[in-house]
């Protein structure tokens, strides 16, 4: 058990989704670790939809399994319905998605927490921070029992002086029945880090037998299952079926005994009970001040930004296969429970409806993450680390993604290495963690597609080959593992080099396949190769020339986006340089050239006179 005399090399604050990946991937990589959750029966919750993946998310869980992580694995084993979205557009915007047992998705994670080496568990909230001489040394908890850490990670999700809202009715806690961590932030703002307010919310549950399907449109689950882990580059002792210390952790064959979801929709009165409740909606009353998220909005902002749509789409999701409670996808709220329930009873095949727990917003603290470094380390902290929705974000795979790099790189920090840094043009998590410190955010940050310039190179079955060098620097994953991506990858090359120099009628194979994409006219041969290795051939070939422009646009762009910058420029003194592009440059005082020019207010030109400085060495 962890002692207070005991020194750890990385402590993780939190066990939501992020905390679960700093955590594994610390331990992974043989940093002595502590994971602190306020309650250790709720690490991995999925607190609002019980769904992983989806558009961009998709590919981040795919990166997160390349680079050693849980959740895609965990994902496919507690699945309850897979589907591919986008599968009839390009193979750049094409998203894995699962349903998954949200309890068995839970208790699956928690196991594999306990049975994980190099890493302890305790159960109780941390309460502040030990800092000394501008680094983190430690934290206190609510059993003013204090661990002492060479490095620290923060994800606390949506705890920091969290309040829910149901109307009127206020309650403290990140989440129903939950707690609430109060003077965490406290401990933040004495150490000069800023904090401001977010807001996000989630849908009543239903009792699954009060609700009547036969009025709803049927949502089945594909026939082919599209997996998010790299099975086929992962032996026999590392599949999901396999016993860790003789003991079975729960899951079962991913894709098996698929469960439907179901489409039904708002209706004119639902329209006219919440336009007639606006001034109830804890929202739209003034109660909270934080910032909803934009894409994943509240049936209120429907209903007041979509005037004119006659009716909303709603989903009802099973949130799991041993339970009777049904999400509704697409009616978040903060209206009062009488209104809800009336607004629940307007809704086709929803007339007897039972709810199980009433909708609810929560507004919580989160720490801008212009404060950190592209490590994910605090600007102002040395040695703690932010991950996950304090650093503003929305989602589990979001929040997911982000722990995984900061745990690798707390751990990392804590033997003196180097961080592990993604670029942009690497993949989504590169994207994201780019956009969240050079940018920052003022509403909860969602994935998409179209936030990556170079997504032509992200479909997501090619995470483990865009990732691959990684790989090779960093013990993310096993020797065995790391063998089988680099072979995978010498097949693909040999029959992408093959396809497109032997011929066939009216040109190269590669012409073919770029002409009229053939399936059966291809040699038996290539055929017969394994589906991971031919699909990403074919992918290949079929768009070598928007491949090959996206490559070269990169190595363009690569001129400035490693030139460094000097850590003690003052931007105001520079001539030339507009005063807002000025200021924003030292308020985030950038590490590369690249990461100047994606500040929001600073142009090509003002970018162009850091260059010429650089090269008179009259910069710093």
């Given amino acids: 058990m962890p002692t207070q005399s005991t020194e750890f090399d990385v402590i993780v604050c939190g066990a939501g989704h992020a905390g679960i990946e700093a955590a594994l991937a610390a331990a992974r990589l043989g940093a002595k670790t502590l994971v602190l959750s306020g309650n250790i029966d709720t690490m991995g919750q999925m607190s609002c939809n019980p769904a992983i993946g989806g558009v961009a998310k998709g590919h981040i869980v795919r990166e997160i399994d390349a680079l050693g992580g849980e959740m895609a694995v965990a994902a496919d084993v507690t699945g309850i319905q897979f589907r591919l979205l986008n599968a009839s557009k390009g193979p750049a915007v ?173 209706s004119p009165e639902s329209q006219r009970i919440v336009t007639n409740n606006l001034e109830k909606s804890a929202m739209y009353s003034g109660e909270i001040s934080g910032t909803g998220p934009r894409y994943c909005p509240s049936i209120e902002d429907k209903y007041v930004r979509f005037k004119d749509r006659e009716r909303h789409t709603l989903y009802l999701e099973p949130e799991g296969r041993n339970t ?135 479909n997501h079955s090619s995470a483990e080959l865009r990732l691959l060098h990684h790989l090779d620097l960093v013990d993310l994953v096993p020797p065995d593992r790391l063998r089988r991506i680099k072979e995978k990858l010498k097949h693909i090359e040999y029959w992408q080099n093959w396809l497109e120099q032997n011929t066939t009628a009216g040109g190269s194979w590669g012409d073919l396949i770029r002409r009229s994409n053939p399936t059966k006219e291809l040699p038996d041969d290539f055929q017969n190769v394994p589906d991971p290795i031919k699909n990403e051939v074919l992918l290949r070939i079929a768009y070598r020339g928007y491949l090959e422009r996206e490559r070269k646009q990169i190595k363009r762009l690569s001129e400035i986006e490693d030139i460094q910058l000097p850590k003690d420029i003052n931007y105001l003194n520079i001539k030339g340089l507009k005063k807002e592009s000025a200021l924003k440059l030292a308020e985030t005082t950038p590490f590369t050239l690249g990461q100047a020019s994606r500040i929001s207010g600073v142009n090509p030109s003002d970018i162009g006179i850091l260059l010429v400085l650089l090269k008179k060495g009259n910069l710093g």
């Fill in 94 to 266: 094409q998203s894995p998605r699962v349903q998954c047992d949200k309890k068995a998705y839970q208790f699956r994670m928690k196991h594999t927490l306990e049975l994980q080496a190099n890493l302890q568990i305790f159960q109780a909230t941390v309460t502040g921070l030990i800092y000394a001489k501008g680094k983190v040394i430690g934290c206190k908890t609510n059993l003013d029992i204090e661990f002492r850490a060479k490095t620290i990670v923060i994800t606390t999700g949506t705890f920091l002086k969290a309040l829910m809202h149901i109307g009127q009715n206020k309650n403290e806690g990140g989440r129903m029945g939950d707690h609430n961590a109060k003077t965490l932030s406290n401990s933040f703002l004495e150490a000069g880090i800023e904090l401001e307010r977010l807001k996000t919310g989630t849908p009543p549950r239903l009792l699954g037998r009060s609700i009547d399907f036969s009025q709803m449109q049927e949502q089945k689950g594909d026939d082919d299952p599209t997996l998010f882990g790299f099975y086929d580059t992962r032996g026999e002792e590392e599949l999901f079926h396999v016993e860790q210390f003789g003991e079975r952790r729960l899951g079962w064959k991913p894709g098996t005994e698929q469960v439907s979801c179901w489409i039904t929709y708002t």
């Fill in 324 to 458: 009777n409670e049904y999400y509704i996808n697409g009616l978040s709220t903060s209206l009062p429970y009488d209104v809800q329930n009336d607004l629940i009873h307007s809704i086709e095949g929803l007339e007897k409806a039972q709810i199980l727990r009433p909708a609810y917003a929560v507004e919580y603290d989160f720490a801008p993450p212009t404060q950190l470094l592209p490590s994910l380390e605090s600007r102002k902290i040395e040695n703690l680390y932010f991950a996950g929705q304090i650093n503003g974000t929305s989602g589990y795979e979001e929040a997911a993604g982000q722990g995984l790099i900061a745990g690798v790189n707390a751990a990392r920090k804590a033997r003196g290495e180097s961080p592990l840094i993604l670029k942009r043009h690497e993949g989504y998590i590169g994207v994201m963690i780019d956009d969240l410190v050079t940018k920052g955010t003022k509403e909860p940050y969602r994935m998409f597609t179209s936030r990556a310039e170079h997504r032509l190179l992200f």
